[in-house]
């Protein structure tokens, strides 16, 4: 039996780095009623439900943390430079511990709809165990990259094997001794997962459609004498990427790609590949993202690299991306990924040289006219980004407006924090926000901050509804879009561009600010400064 309507101040839907955070400031800041819905058993959000072989973080660890706990950046000590899911679980897990937070979660419970009552001002939030919720604000912490993708492959149902999605792992792990093993996709999750399943299954094929650009890791133990000096300078640390372009500490090489003298370059390309991580992305040649030439350059030295890493040439040459630039889609880091590929125990099945998938059957996977058998097969085919998982809460604005319906042709958003026709619905690094384009901790900070200090305005000026003005709303949209049509990321048929969803309308869902993550902090900033300038309060 549903239980009866409970009212709260605010609901937050999603307990990962972001619903924890809101929650501690909402509750513990500004004194709210808050009630946080998770669907998974416990605090994590992404790093609960992406337990695959080889899940770890791809910021570097010491700024993958919450910077509001002085105390816990002096605690806690992260084990390499690049810590694996269960580790982030465990920090999670600590801090939830740390701030009380569980007592105000309730897990295993979904958001299944949400109206917002014009006569009242109140949210009205269902889930799907029943409950009934009101609230005056709704704030969505349902991150960028949690609505799974399953391409809609014929013949699935008649499999007989077990097969897996990456994103929704099963926690007791998956056994693959012994095992014929097909890995569907070779995004960011597949660079992670692949060389691990190789090491246990007896057998591994590939079924690769776009070849990815990959960067080595460089994951491993940290000087202990590095932690020291980091703990020392975590308030410049915090300051440094606030302000920085990615929320890293990475930086552009200001000059020209072209106008290096060739070993000049070399040289700058072999510092970034031995630095690993992001740096070859992030810290490369700035205009690598706008110059076709300059980004040849970059391409043409990990096509080098592939080369040299991967014995079979005719292998190597299907590894090779062609039709996209470098940089344009998600950056996948590599832990012996190429090298996975020499190992007599893995096949490559090429979409563009071997046939694309036609259909699963009841043994494995038909491809290129050719039946493939399996005992397990793992998807890693990614998710509807950024705009699914807020689809899915099924909301209703003013008017009975629906997000699905406003959303038809990709998101309309302003700053990436709220929607017009919506009032006092935030959405956490939403769409149209730098999100997935930064180091997340530093956007989710901001956006907590950004959205706390809003409510408490609201609560002090005795204002009861806020939203974006659709003038402000499209000014945004028509930005996001004006910035990103100068760079070669439109070009690729990426997920930022919404390509990997058949059907979905092609749109670049981040933002791209020209000063990055720092530069949109202080727009953010002004926004408030200006009286909440291009939001309607009443």
């Given amino acids: 039996m549903a239980s009866a309507t409970q009212h709260f101040d605010a609901v937050v839907i999603g307990a990962g780095f972001s619903g924890m955070y809101m929650l501690k400031t909402l509750r513990d800041k500004l004194g709210l009623k808050v009630k946080v819905f998770e669907a998974g058993d416990t605090v994590g959000g992404t790093w609960y439900w992406n337990r695959y072989p080889g899940a770890r973080c791809d910021s570097d660890s010491y700024i993958y943390v919450y910077t509001w706990d002085k105390q816990a950046l002096q605690e806690w000590q992260w084990s390499e430079r690049y810590p694996e899911q269960p580790e982030i679980l465990r920090y999670l897990e600590y801090m939830a511990a740390r701030h009380d937070l569980k007592r105000d979660i309730q897990f295993g419970t979904r ?55 990456t994103s929704t792992w099963p926690k007791e792990g998956v056994d693959f001794t012994a095992k014929r093993v097909a890995v569907v996709g070779t995004g960011a999750t597949a ?58 500490e990475h930086y552009f090489i200001p000059k020209s790609a072209l106008e290096a003298t060739p070993e ?54 299907r590894l090779m991306p062609k039709g996209h630039h470098y940089g344009c889609k998600r950056q996948p880091l590599d832990t012996n990924y190429y090298e996975t590929f020499n190992r007599d125990n893995v096949l490559l099945v090429d979409a563009k040289t071997d046939g694309a998938i036609e259909e699963i059957t009841e043994k494995g996977i038909r491809a290129g006219g050719k039946e493939y058998e399996f005992d397990i097969i793992v998807f890693a085919t990614g998710f509807d980004a950024m705009t699914g998982p807020l689809k899915a809460l099924n909301l209703k604005g ?56 809003c409510i408490e305005h609201m609560e002090k000026t005795g204002k009861k509804t806020i939203e974006a003005t659709p003038q402000a709303q499209e000014a945004w949209v028509a930005n996001v879009n004006a910035v990103v049509n100068m760079t070669l990321m439109v070009k690729a048929n990426s997920w930022y561009m919404s390509a990997n969803i058949p059907g979905k309308p092609k749109a670049f869902l981040p933002y791209l600010d020209p000063e990055g993550v720092g530069g949109y902090r202080k727009r953010c900033a002004d926004v408030a400064a200006k009286g909440y300038e291009g939001f309607a309060l009443a």
């Avoid at 165990?129 to 704030?139: P, Q, S």
């Avoid at 040649?285 to 890493?309: G, H, P, V």
């Avoid at 149209?432 to 997340?440: E, F, G, K």
Wanted: net charge neutral; with cysteine.
């Fill in 264 to 317: 000049e370059r070399e040289a700058e390309f072999d510092k970034r590949w031995d630095a690993g991580g992001f740096a070859f992305w992030l810290a490369n040649y700035q205009d690598m993202f706008f110059s076709e030439e300059a980004n040849e350059l970059c391409a043409d030295y990990i096509r080098r690299k592939i080369r040299k890493t991967v014995k079979d040439q005719a292998i190597a040459e």
């Fill in 191 to 248: 660079v992670q997962a692949i060389p691990e399943i190789a090491l246990q299954a007896k057998h591994l094929t590939v079924f690769q459609r776009t070849a990815n650009y990959c960067v080595p890791a460089r994951n491993g133990k940290v000087d202990p004498d590095v932690w020291k000096a980091r703990k020392a300078d975590y308030d410049n640390i915090i300051k440094r990427t606030r302000e920085s372009f990615f929320g890293q």
């Fill in 111 to 165: 958001v299944t709809g949400g109206e917002f009552d014009e006569s009242t001002n109140l949210w009205t939030a269902r889930t799907d165990k029943g409950d009934t919720v009101t609230a005056r604000y709704l704030i969505s912490a349902v991150g960028t990259l949690s609505t799974t993708n399953l391409p809609k492959f014929k013949g699935l149902e008649k499999y007989k094997g077990k097969w897996f999605h």
């Fill in 398 to 453: 003013r008017g009975g407006r629906s997000l699905d319906k406003e959303w038809a042709d990709g998101p309309h958003t302003y700053l990436g924090i709220s929607v017009a026709g919506f009032p006092n619905l935030f959405t956490i690094t939403g769409p149209q926000s730098p999100s997935v384009l930064t180091n997340m901790p530093v956007a989710i900070e901001q956006h907590v901050e950004w959205i706390t200090d």
